[in-house]
């Protein structure tokens, strides 16, 4: 296999940016990937916020997970793609494909503290390690943004992608980060610290959301053409085998003791558990609307929190695997 080796370095970053922001005049802003869905759902480390968006609604909703209650509905968005906590949990990290923008959002006040230009398509995000980087996916521009979050810029623009959509994750020892591209049906690596592709993962079928194992050795990610999780060794860089699983999934969400992996499924509301010493899949948990890729487990393992597609987040129960209580907007 060829290896592809190509980055966007500091000297040519303007002209990156300048390209993408053009390509995003050129569209129209509000609609231009708007037949594009997806959802996220992120939870503070502390496990007392949890903010919820789809694709689909200009609104975002911020919940008090000890209450149980709406804190509040944020407006004034058109296309929100992904959200990501600080390390801290003291901001979080809202990107919005349409506005072309990473927002930064104080989680106790919930203001806007900064909007982080990138051009039209801001889609998945993920930290770097130490959480002082945050990699974005551009699926507009098909590039990937690295934005030092101490100064609110990107530091570099990585290009050869082909429209990377919200699949992206550091490996555990934060020397690679993976990206999905949806077209390419494929994984690319990129060496964090070169900024430059370094291999890829071929094989996939509509390419959705992906997990990685905490020894970083087992990927896995979801077909949404195929109805199956891909496995794959991360050191081979190849598909090892699939598990069948619902209808359309969206999520491959592990378990974080590495036991199971989720997997969030569009077509059928459910979510298919699968055993990752098995491969199989051990049970199917229903009472779900459209779970796509939000799907977040608590600290303590005992239960995920599911995000349905009207914005309520229902809780399932991971040693019974039933939905237990959903939280609903008011």
């Known amino acids: 296999m060829n290896v592809i080796k190509k980055t966007v370095t500091a000297l040519t970053l303007g002209v990156a940016l300048a390209t993408t922001m053009s390509a995003w005049a050129a569209e129209d802003r509000w609609t231009f990937d708007g ?49 990501v906590f600080s390390p801290t949990g003291d901001v979080f990290y809202l990107s919005d494909s349409s506005l072309g923008v990473v927002r930064k959002i104080d989680t106790k006040t919930l203001k806007v503290i900064a909007d982080i230009p990138l051009g039209a398509g801001a ?4 930290l770097s390690k130490d959480g002082s980087l945050l990699y974005v996916n551009n699926e507009a521009a098909s590039t990937l ?5 101490d ?7 990585v290009t050869g992608f082909s429209q990377p959509r919200q699949g992206i994750r550091v490996s555990p020892d934060g020397k690679t980060v993976y990206v999905t591209n949806f077209l390419g049906d494929k994984i690319t690596l990129v060496d964090s610290k070169t900024n430059m592709i370094e291999g890829e993962i071929t094989g996939f079928n509509k390419l959705r959301a992906i997990s990685i194992s905490a020894d970083g050795n087992t990927l896995y990610a979801a077909n949404s053409g195929s109805n199956s999780i891909a496995v794959v060794d991360t050191q ?3 598909i090892t085998t ?7 999934p ?12 989720y997997s969030g499924n569009l077509g059928d509301n459910s979510l298919s558990v699968i055993d990752t010493k098995t491969l199989k ?12 890729q939000a799907i977040v487990f608590t600290k303590d393992k005992s239960k995920a929190y599911v995000l349905n597609e009207d914005l309520s987040i229902s809780t399932v129960d991971l040693a019974s695997n039933k939905v237990v209580s959903t939280l609903k907007v008011d």
């Not at 100064?151 to 623009?157: D, G, I, K, Y």
């Not at 699939?242 to 209808?247: A, E, H, L, P, R």
């Open 35 to 83: 037949d594009i869905h997806n959802n996220s759902l992120a939870v503070s480390p502390d496990e007392t916020t949890a903010v919820a968006s789809y694709s689909q609604r200009p609104d975002v909703v911020v919940y008090d997970l000890k209450t149980g209650k709406v804190r509040q509905v944020l407006t004034g968005y058109v296309t929100p793609r992904n959200i």
């Open 123 to 126: 889609f998945g995000t993920t």
């Open 145 to 149: 943004s690295v934005i030092d979050l």
């Open 151 to 157: 100064h609110q810029r990107p530091v570099a623009v």
């Open 236 to 238: 081979k860089r190849a």
């Open 242 to 248: 699939t598990v069948m699983v619902g209808k359309d």
């Open 250 to 261: 969206y999520g491959a969400a592990l378990t974080p003791d590495g036991l199971h992996v």
């Open 281 to 292: 899949v051990t049970t199917t948990v229903t009472g779900l609307k459209a779970p796509r």
